[in-house]
């Protein structure tokens, strides 16, 4: 890699040139798409384990390529994360996860939304005070809105991270810190930060019934959470037996394919109907 970096060497490499193109058409698309709907959200239920209901739900991208099909975001948010473009996609999000949380307030819905927002956001300046105006645009209560960040945000830039979570917590938006347990961080951020949601990583839920080891780090990322007065979240629960031992560990909320699969808006009405 040292090799290829070196003096102008990755502009005669065929292999890294044709990746850049690939890359580079594939950025302009996604441009194309948060211009002209080529974007969605679909909605990811998140179930209290106290009473079983469904207050929550994960906002999470789609791209429908008009070529490749269905890109999968984990593709292109790490490209999208490179350019300047996270900014527009993470705007685009941000504003039809409101406009739809709006929608079913209206209807009565009881309801909260969470974003994912990636480090570039957190530390811009000027997104703190973007995402208040948009709040007011949408006439949404800020205590519904959660934004998913994950540990790595707060190891690029601690202060600039610290001054937009600390605005937002101001107006009123909760945080939670995402994949939690797969950062290198030392967790002392949790004393200074204001956070209040830990989501467990699905790596360690998913082989929680036949790790032990996997077992012991969810257990004690549970413990840890509420000594702090923070809210549990394990993610990627995909059976009843897995929903069962989170139980009995005490955490506060689940997600995962054992409710159901991410759905369009329309979808998860229905989902949320059907369990009255
Ligand atoms: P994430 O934030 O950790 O989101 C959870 C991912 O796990 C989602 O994948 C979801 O579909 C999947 N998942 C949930 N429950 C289960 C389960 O029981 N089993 C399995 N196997 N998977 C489960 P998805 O939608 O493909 O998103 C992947 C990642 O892309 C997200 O991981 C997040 O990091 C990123 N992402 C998605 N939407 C956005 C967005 O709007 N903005 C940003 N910045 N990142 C996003
Ligand atoms: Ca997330
Ligand atoms: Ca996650
Ligand atoms: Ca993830």
Redesign the pocket.
């Known amino acids: 890699r040292a090799k290829r970096k070196a003096a102008g060497y990755a502009l005669f490499d065929p292999e890294l040139d044709q990746k850049d193109k690939r890359h580079l058409t594939l950025m302009s698309d996604l441009v194309e798409a948060i211009e002209r709907n080529g974007l969605s ?2 909605y ?1 239920p998140r179930v209290d384990l106290s009473d079983d209901r469904c207050t929550h739900c ?5 791209w429908q390529h008009p070529e490749h099909g269905m890109i ?3 593709e292109f ?1 790490v490209s999208a994360e490179l350019n300047n473009l ?1 900014h527009q ?2 705007r685009w ?1 941000l504003r039809t996860a409101l406009a739809q949380l709006k929608v079913w307030l209206d209807q009565g819905i009881d309801m909260n939304i969470s ?4 480090a570039r ?1 957190l530390v811009d300046h000027r997104f703190a005070d973007d995402l208040n105006a948009m709040l007011l645009d949408h006439d949404v209560p800020a205590s519904r809105l959660e934004i ?1 960040i ?1 540990e790595s945000a707060l190891i690029v830039d601690p202060v600039r991270a610290l001054e937009s979570l600390e605005a937002m917590r101001a107006y009123g938006v909760s945080i939670a810190v ?2 939690f347990g797969t950062g290198y961080s030392s967790m002392s951020y949790l004393k200074r930060l204001p956070v209040h949601v830990l ?1 467990i ?2 790596s360690f839920v ?1 082989d929680l019934l036949r790790d032990e080891s996997d077992a012991t780090l969810v257990r004690s990322v549970i413990d840890l959470s509420h000594s702090f007065g923070l809210q549990a979240v394990a ?4 059976d009843a037996a897995t929903l069962e031992a989170l139980k009995a560990m005490n955490c506060d909320q689940a ?4 409710y159901c ?2 759905l369009p808006a329309a979808d998860f009405e229905v989902w949320l109907r059907l369990r009255g």
Request: hydrophobic share 30%.
């Open positions: 959200l679909h990811h994960e906002a999470l991208l789609r999968p975001p984990d948010i996270i996609l993470t999000v974003v994912n927002v990636s956001n998913e994950t995402d994949d989501k990583d699905k998913q993610e990627g629960v995909e997600q995962g394919f054992h699969r991410p």
